[in-house]
């Protein structure tokens, strides 16, 4: 039996390796990006090049959209040439950006208008976890979708579980994101004691790993800031943006998330530095390095 054709729109940090793997697992990918490179990258092992959000859905059986906000998956899915637009009748469209849920129900719910089903599939796990097909993978929406999907979710990753209805998947990611914000800011603030100590973190680290502190932020992110290497594994302003998302929706439902907050401000503090692209776990420069200077 041959594998559905898949669309996937978006080749950033997460979104290339992620195509590569459909790719490689034999699937026939049309890929496109806003810049060429990555398509170009791709196209050399053998995936097809798109034209606009609409051309690769009309190529395809399955669209995969992995973006940066709301605002661009509601441009590539529901604007002017969108996937919306083009996908083919019974097609599945997969998101698997990380968004605000009610902008995930909304293009779900014009999908469903238009005879296609919808489900929101954020991810965690970072570039490695991309690179490694090692995800974790959220799912919102029907049922059927999910077991359709199911195939396509364990070629790109290893924890996958269907949260819910449409949205859901992204208040999973929401949730996510929460605690890996807040558990970088207890790394990095730990960093921060131990150095104001004058003891070697390295070994503070090595301690916690073999008790209730080991986390695998404080094992990769707390390596990375022992090595001050940020290169970007997944963007401050990403973590910042889906900091915004989580503090966001618990407004509308009347809670507070103190912490969550507090976090959103350090992020803040390190994009108004010039830092946004760095990855996640430069919010220990914060305790460490003068801001930036132009």
Known sequence: MSKPAIGFIGLGIMGKPMARNLLRAGYPVT??????GPVDELVAEGAAAGVVPKDVAARSDIVITMLPDSPDVESVVAGLDGVLSGLRPGALWIDMSTIAPATARSLAQRARAQGFEALDAPVSGGEKGAIDGTLSIMVGGPEAAFERAKPIFETLGKNIVRIGES????VCKACNQVVVGVTIEAVAEAFALANAEGVDFAAVRTALLGGFAQSKILDMHGQRMLDGNFKPGF??????KDMTIATSEAKEHGIELPAAELVRERFDELVQRGEGDRDHSALATLYQEPAATS
């Open 31 to 36: 890929v496109l990006n806003r810049s060429r």
């Open 235 to 240: 963007k401050a302003i990403l973590h910042r």
């Open 167 to 170: 949205g859901a998947g992204q």
